[in-house]
């Protein structure tokens, strides 16, 4: 099984600030993915990760709150842009490769 | 969509076993039944996927129906820890479906 390691574990953000998070495996994978859960909800899956190309948005996700990078096999980034408190939620990266998918343990953001 | 139907909870006693139903009728021939589970405030944890065979490891088994149109996880025996949002899920990762998307699980409480 691969190990996902997410960076940073939880932070409290300003409003109209940025944040960067990082999501690394310990292996090659083949494809990456970004979910948001909210309060008491299921993941809502944000947009799949694709090495050296734009990612893949789903509906009500876009790139410009939402942007995400993927350099390489094992690495990639989820920003969320000009937070609001309706962003406050967990981030989770996911890496998936053949029929195996892992999860990280997520990103606790809360914005004030 | 999520593909799946799931009761919203379950109680278990400790030591029993815990039976997790699961329909997705809608499933296609090449995509697999996957079970996570969430425990609060963690990552989703992967138990178990299987094809059309029953499945065992350490963790549960997955019984999957003939027809493949549903299936039902289970825990043998039950203890306070498996207290969790499980969910089911049908994926397949090298189909033009590939992302994994989550519905909203079933919650089993395991009582002492």
């Known amino acids: 099984s691969a190990v996902i390691s997410q960076k940073p574990s939880r932070d409290i953000c300003q409003r109209g600030t940025s944040l960067t998070i990082q999501c690394q495996v310990d292996?090659?994978?083949?494809?990456m993915f970004w979910y948001r859960q909210q309060p008491g909800q299921s993941l809502t899956l944000i947009a799949t990760a694709n090495q050296g190309s734009e990612a893949t948005y789903e509906s009500g996700f876009v790139i410009d709150k939402f942007p995400i990078s993927r350099p390489n096999l094992t690495f990639s980034t989820l920003t969320v842009s000009n937070m609001s408190p309706e962003d406050s939620s967990i981030y989770l990266c996911?890496?998936?490769?053949?029929?195996?998918?892992?999860f990280g343990q997520g990103t606790r953001l809360t914005v004030v | 969509d999520a593909k799946t139907t799931q009761p919203p909870s379950m109680d278990c006693a400790e030591g029993r076993a815990a039976n997790l139903p699961c329909n997705h009728s809608t499933i296609s021939g090449n995509e697999y039944v996957y079970w996570y589970r969430q425990i609060h405030s963690q990552g989703p944890q992967y138990i178990i996927h299987?094809?059309?065979n029953n499945e065992t490891n350490e963790m549960a088994s997955l019984i999957i129906t003939e027809d493949r149109k549903s299936s039902t996880l289970i825990l043998p025996h039950a203890t306070l820890r498996d207290t969790a949002v499980y969910y089911c899920i049908v994926w397949n990762s090298g189909g033009s479906n590939y992302k994994l998307t989550f519905g909203k699980g079933t919650l089993l409480t395991v009582n002492p």
């Open positions: 996911s890496a998936g490769h053949l029929t195996e998918a892992f």
């Open positions: 299987g094809l059309k």
């Open positions: 292996s090659q994978v083949t494809m």
